[in-house]
């Protein structure tokens, strides 16, 4: 049981991985940055990032600068869901999970039907060994955005939770 239970984790945390593009040539620097994050690219476009640092942080690995970066963006006129978002895997991938956490609920009160947010609040709740309330969260996910590649997720998890 806990075996299983390790492995479902262990599956969906591998899915999970920040991983940053590839560096672009100075030529195709024209559009807005983005972050990737899982399989989808969430576009950002709040000030001060229309400038491409976060993107030029993310891409050299550098987490601490764009973690500060996107701190000074959420503190900006008008941050987005997408910079609480990203200040959210910022903060998971250095391993502060609870730091995350706080950026996860801002992005998800911004949008309560986006399930990106929430998937990653639940998977916080995995690593955290409270099994009902990831469950819970990923049921929030299917109910709120039923068609995303997160809802397949989590009912991929939430099945295997239940078996373990």
């Not at 620097?29 to 491409?52: C, E, H, W």
């Not at 730091?99 to 992005?107: D, F, G, H, P, S």
């Not at 929030?140 to 397949?152: G, L, R, T």
């Amino acid at each position: 049981m806990r075996r299983q239970r390790a492995l479902a984790v262990a599956l969906v945390l591998a899915s999970c991985v920040v991983t940053l593009p590839a560096q672009q040539p100075a030529s195709q620097t024209q559009r807005p940055p983005v972050f990737r994050s899982d399989t989808n690219l969430i576009q950002v476009d709040a000030y001060p990032m229309k400038d491409g640092r976060v993107m030029t942080n993310l891409e050299k690995g550098d987490l601490e600068a764009a973690d500060v970066t996107l701190t000074n963006a959420a503190k900006g006129p008008n941050p987005t869901r997408e910079v609480f978002y990203n200040l959210g895997e910022v903060k998971f991938a250095k391993g502060e999970t609870d730091e995350a956490v706080k950026y996860y609920e801002r992005a998800s009160q911004m949008d309560t039907n986006w399930g990106k947010p929430i998937f990653k609040l639940g998977l916080a709740k995995l690593q955290k060994a409270d099994t009902a309330g990831a469950i819970e969260l990923m049921n929030k996910v299917i109910a709120a955005d039923p068609n995303s590649a997160e809802a397949a997720q989590a009912k991929a998890l939430i099945e295997q939770l239940k078996k373990g």
